[in-house]
């Protein structure tokens, strides 16, 4: 069977080609100008190929992978920055890498991009919260180990120069980073499956090889024995082709790269918690430095102050961070709040939310009529409660099935709501029916709206996603709150409720397509206690003695028709 490779595929078969020729060069060609130069440049098209190829999967993978691929972007580039350098104090300077080197603190923190893509863990799928703090998180793990390596060693570059330390400790420290590093990768291979377990089965294998390396390099380097194309590369180019080999295994898979359905939020917490141990790690190291440390006097200070500027700067990354999940929490409960108050089907409003407002509403209105007798001419803010029942919706559902009343009811919802008011409140209040809240408004005025609503719903056809068209009016039953304009509380607003509720059975009754209104006949409950005092057994209706308010619907189309056919 033959293989075809991509042109990436290509060019890390060059890329390889001109590794394993460098590696035969080291050994048979001595310490030269020549050998120094071809074992920079190698390093120098390897590391920009992987770095490359990394680029590639970020380019065409999705969000989760994608901030992988980044960040191991990232970490490559690093190391070929630090590369690029090495290789420009040898190869176009014509000298020795001075040591203290100035790229060390890049080559060191190169690896922090890189075991941060491993602790984000894209095989798993992620809650949106975590992964818009990814940013905090990584600038926190950043901040720590760049304070690591300013603590144990910088002192002995700049504070107080001491080579020996400085190569002892920079090894030391490098190494425990290394080992972060490869238990991340580890803990990644052992808990992934299917492709990724493959990328980071790669990623460990060649962290592992390159950890043994650049320790033994960097030994190689405080004693005098190491020089750029000795045997010590070989190893190292290896582990960089091992590098970009796992970036070309996920550019060949990258379709099949997709998170899994295990969500991640325990990754969250942990690093959470990490971010807080680190922080509290550096009073420990502030203390060691002052009282158990043996080193200089201005070693000690440069330690304490370096420590209270990482203290304060890492707590103010913390605020922001706490600060964007508190936004976030309030964010989520107010999510949570409008979906438990809302219909799915349509996107209005459902009964609980009614619940949850009407009390403050009526309360709200009550007063404003209480403050009627400072101010008699003012027009007052009436609650209108409109009840409006789909007509025949039935037939709809047994001629062209429920799918189809669904997509009538979205409709009428739709529609509903580009009649009424911004400040009103579309509810369904139970299958072909809704409710319309009325906020801010005078009872004179109520017919006016239960007149838009009838024209929007029965003005024009329904057209179903089957091409075929239907027509569909509503009935509406409305009343006011409070009844009674002197005295707010002697209804309560259940009542006017129950109030439209009649009115809609009138309008269903004598014809449908039309809106009746129940509107009191007197300001004062006086007439109303008498009825209930002197009849138990007058309809409810009756005892609130009311008037009716009728308006018609348009002329209503045929409730059927083909795909081509005009409306009736």
């Known amino acids: 069977m033959r293989v075809f490779l991509n042109s990436r595929e290509k060019f890390w078969a060059l890329t390889a080609a001109l590794v394993f020729l460098e590696i035969i060069v080291s050994f048979a060609v001595p310490h030269s100008y020549f050998l120094t130069a071809l074992g920079d440049i190698t390093q120098c098209a390897v590391l920009l190929c992987t770095a490359l190829v990394m680029l590639a999967n970020a380019m065409q993978s999705e969000q989760r992978s994608k901030l992988f691929w980044m960040l191991m972007t990232l970490g490559c580039s690093v190391w070929a920055v630090v590369q690029f350098l090495w290789t420009y104090f040898e190869v176009f300077l014509r000298a020795d890498v001075p040591n203290p080197f100035v790229g060390d603190v890049a080559l060191f923190l190169h690896l922090v991009p890189l075991m941060s893509a491993l602790a984000l863990r894209p095989d798993l799928a992620q809650d949106k919260s975590v992964a818009r703090l990814g940013g905090i998180d990584f600038t926190l ?37 290394h080992a972060v590093f490869l238990f991340c990768a580890a803990t990644a291979w052992w808990r992934s499956s299917g492709v990724w377990k493959s990328i980071y089965g790669h990623v460990f294998g060649a962290g592992l090889l390159y950890c043994a390396t650049s320790i033994a390099a960097s030994e190689a380097i405080d004693h005098g024995t190491y020089y750029t194309g000795s045997l010590y590369d070989a190893p190292l180019l290896i582990s960089m082709l091992w590098f970009s080999a796992a970036g070309l295994l996920g550019n060949r898979w990258v379709c099949r790269t997709r998170s899994h359905k295990a969500t991640a939020g325990k990754r969250g917490l942990w690093v959470s918690q990490l971010g807080m141990v680190a922080i509290l790690s550096l009073p420990i190291l502030a203390g060691w430095a002052l009282y158990l440390s043996q080193a200089p006097s201005r070693v000690q200070n440069f330690r304490l102050l370096l420590t209270l500027a990482t203290m304060m700067l890492m707590g103010a990354l913390l605020w922001v961070k706490q600060h964007s999940l508190d936004r976030e929490i309030g964010r989520s409960h107010q999510q949570l709040r409008d979906d438990s108050h809302t219909d799915l089907l349509t996107g209005a409003k459902n009964r609980r939310y009614l619940t949850a407002t009407i009390e403050a509403d009526a309360e709200r209105v009550a007063q404003g009529y209480s403050a009627m007798t400072s101010s008699p001419g003012q027009r007052n803010p009436d609650l209108v409660f409109y009840l409006i029942d789909c007509d025949y919706f039935k037939e709809v559902n047994d001629q062209h099935g429920h799918e189809a009343g669904d997509e009538v009811l979205v409709e009428i ?3 509903i709501s580009s009649a009424i008011r911004y400040s009103d409140v579309l509810i369904r209040w139970g299958g072909d029916e809704f409710l319309v809240l009325s906020r801010y408004t005078n009872r004179e005025d109520a017919d006016i709206l239960a007149a838009r609503v009838l024209e929007s719903v029965g003005g024009g056809p329904f057209t179903l996603k089957s091409g075929r068209k239907v027509g569909c009016t509503c009935s509406i039953g409305w009343s006011v709150f409070p009844w009674f304009v002197r005295e707010p509380e002697a209804v309560g607003y259940e009542e006017i409720l129950r109030l439209a509720d009649c009115a809609l059975y009138e309008a269903k009754t004598d014809g449908r397509n039309q809106a009746r209104g129940m509107l009191p006949t007197c300001e004062q409950p006086e007439s109303f206690m008498e009825a209930q005092m002197a009849e138990k057994e007058v309809g409810f209706a009756e005892r609130l003695v009311a008037r009716t308010q009728v308006t018609k619907g348009p002329e209503p189309m045929a409730r059927s028709a083909g795909a081509n056919s005009n409306p009736v």
Do not use: A, C, H, K
């Not at 690591?148 to 120069?161: A, D, G, K, R």
């Not at 001491?162 to 090894?171: K, S």
């Open 141 to 177: 793990v950043l901040t720590w180990w760049l304070y690591l390596y300013m603590f144990v060693v910088i002192p002995w570059q700049y504070v107080s120069e001491d080579t020996l330390r400085y190569g002892r400790n920079f090894t030391t420290l490098y190494f425990v980073e």
């Open 413 to 415: 919802s739709r529609r």
